[in-house]
């Protein structure tokens, strides 16, 4: 196990372990914007076999459809408040490592909104791949 500080020392540290999961919040230092995500990308790119997990505050849209784009096995993005309860936490976890896809329902929401208004069909997803919450 390892923990990185930022973005680049995540993907440095990736490489250098070849992890089964990574879990980055989307701002990571040095900018505190994006830069969870790009190093997340940058993973999923070199290590197709890695489950990524990303957490979040704040909802964005774009930041699901990029991290789902291509092969959205083994991918999870989960908004942090929802993560408070450890069990349903782990069990996400899992399900991303065994090749599942984890969404938080918001995501669902936000991305099942657009779909409707702008007739466009939703981000491939195996319906055993959807996370039903409460």
């Given at each position: ?35 969870g995500l790009r190093a997340a990308l940058v993973i999923r ?7 990524v997990v990303v957490l979040s505050q704040h909802l964005q ?64 997803l195996r319906p055993a791949s959807r996370r039903c919450w409460?």
């Open positions: 196990m390892a923990a990185a500080s930022e973005a680049t020392e995540l993907v440095t540290l990736t490489d250098e372990h070849r992890p089964e999961l990574v879990v980055t919040d989307i701002r990571m230092p040095p900018g505190r914007t994006d830069e790119r070199r290590q197709p076999g890695t489950a849209r774009r930041y699901a459809v990029e991290l789902l784009a291509g092969d959205p096995s083994g991918v999870g993005y989960l908004l942090k408040q929802r993560i408070a309860d450890i069990d349903v936490f782990a069990d996400d976890l899992r399900r991303v490592c065994a090749g599942g896809t984890v969404l938080d329902p918001e995501v669902v929401r936000l991305m099942m909104a657009r779909a409707r208004s702008d007739g466009n069909a939703l981000v491939r409460p």
